[in-house]
């Protein structure tokens, strides 16, 4: 059973961190493109970051978490990673990370309708406040 798995999320005060992990079974993440999105209550799903499969790995970021998040992906726990720096209590959304079946894209996406995110977790709440 294909299945992505997100942890790491909690209730953190301004200025903190975290570090979201999205763990996958049933499939290796090494080929496929991985995404960061989150949603917030009231507002449409967002993408905030991608990282491209193994043999490409790049990567790619949403303006509003630019020099904050960083994407990364450690292919022996077939885990993608999310730092998180800085948190802002405009962070406050649950995330998800999901898989794009796009065989070998030249880059990755945050676009959903671009790519073919056909796997997704359950999501981590990410809370920020003091």
């Known amino acids: 059973q294909l299945q992505l798995v997100e942890s790491g999320g909690g209730l953190v005060q301004p200025g903190g961190s975290l570090r979201l992990s999205c763990t996958a079974s049933g499939f290796s993440t090494d080929g496929f493109a991985i995404g960061w999105f989150r949603q917030a209550p009231g507002k449409e799903r967002e993408g905030v970051s991608c990282?491209?499969?193994?043999?490409?790995?790049?990567?790619d970021y949403a303006d509003s978490v630019k020099g904050r998040f960083t994407i990364s992906r450690d292919n022996s726990e077939n885990t993608v990673f999310l730092q998180i720096h800085n948190l802002k209590p405009e962070d406050t959304a649950v995330y998800y990370c999901?898989?794009?079946?796009?065989?070998?894209?030249?880059?990755?996406?945050?676009?959903?309708?671009?790519?073919?995110?056909?796997?997704w977790g359950q999501g981590t709440q990410v809370t920020v406040s003091s």
């Open positions: 999901a898989a794009d079946w796009t065989p070998y894209p030249r880059i990755c996406t945050m676009d959903v309708a671009k790519g073919q995110y056909n796997y």
């Open positions: 990282i491209n499969y193994r043999g490409s790995s790049t990567t």
